[in-house]
C-alpha cells in the first residue's frame, strides 16, 4: 500500500526544476501581474516591484531603469494632481498623457521583464507575497483621491 496518496499537495516549486534556465530562481514577483496592477495602481508600484526582481535576478542595470520609471511615475503623478487644478482644460490632456505613459512603461520595461523571466525560470520559480504591494496600492491609490477631494 502506497503513502504517496495520503502526503499533502506538492506545488511546483518545491521541487524547483531548472528545465528553463542553468541557474536556480529566486522568489519573485509574477511579472505579468506588476504590469497588471498598473491598470488599478499607478506605474511607479509596478516599477517598484520590477525594480526588486530586476536585483533580486541580479541585473542592477535593469533594477535602474525600473527605478528610474517609478521616479518619473511619482513627478508624473504629482503634476496630475496639480496641473488640472492650475487650468482644468489640462485634464484631458494629462489623462491621455496617462495612457501614453503607461503603454511605454508597459512596452519599455514590464514586457521585457516578463519575457527574460519565462526564457530564464520558465514557469517554475518561488512567488513572492502580494499583501504588502496591494496594501501599498491601495493606501496610494486612497491618498490620491484624498488629496482630489480636499485640494
Known sequence: MSY????????????LTEEAGSTKAPALWIPSTTANICL??????????QRQNWEAMGRPADARKAHLWMIVDLV???????VPRLNPAFAGVMSLLSLVMLI??????????YVYVKKT???VYPRRSWAVPLLVGIAV???????????
Open 121 to 123: 525560470y520558465g514557469k
Open 40 to 49: 488599478v495602481f499607478p506605474i511607479a508600484l509596478g516599477a517598484w516591484l
Open 76 to 82: 508624473f503623478l504629482a503634476a496630475w494632481l496639480v
Open 104 to 113: 511605454s512603461w508597459y512596452y519599455s520595461s514590464a514586457k521585457p521583464q
Open 141 to 151: 491609490d486612497v491618498a490620491i483621491v484624498l488629496i482630489q477631494r480636499l485640494a
Open 4 to 15: 504517496e496518496n495520503y502526503a499533502p499537495p506538492r506545488s511546483a516549486v518545491e521541487g
